[in-house]
């Protein structure tokens, strides 16, 4: 039953990702105290608050949460919590974070984070045209 609602969870916050994508939104700054929070939250035992903090993490671009989500997708024991890390690297748009996403294509245990993970990558060479290591964004 957990198994259960944890995809369903997973699928609205997928949907809702999806469903704002392309929605204008104004841009606050976020303190750094905020970003501390999120940060703890990803240390969290509590499975819901770490799966929070790691998409709102992603949400706010916050690239001083990369190398803990980068371990998150290489040591998270399930799916969804790699899937959700993968996620936030690919809405944070590094390099050093988007080729942790690429090498889980080839090395992840879950034939389901791989495919995730290949499309996550996939529409970041698309956003930002990689070509032999040098990236042009093409974002506005």
């Known amino acids: 039953m957990n198994k259960y609602l944890s995809i369903l969870v997973l699928f609205f916050m997928m949907t809702a990702a999806t469903a704002f994508a392309n929605v204008p939104v104004k841009v606050k700054t976020v303190s750094s105290q905020t970003i501390e929070s999120l940060m703890t939250g990803l240390e969290s035992d509590n499975y819901g608050l770490k799966m929070s903090s790691a998409y709102m993490l ?6 001083e949460a990369m190398f803990s989500l980068m371990h998150m997708l290489r040591t998270s024991t399930n799916e969804e919590g790699r899937i959700v890390a993968a996620l936030a690297l690919y809405k944070i748009s590094s390099p050093v ?35 032999d290591g040098k990236i042009f964004c093409t974002k506005n």
């Open 58 to 63: 992603g949400e706010l671009s916050s690239e």
């Open 97 to 131: 974070g988007m080729n942790i996403v690429k090498k889980a294509v080839k090395f992840d245990g879950s034939e389901r984070v791989k495919k995730l993970c290949n499309s996550f990558y996939n529409q970041y060479v698309k956003d930002n045209r990689v070509n």
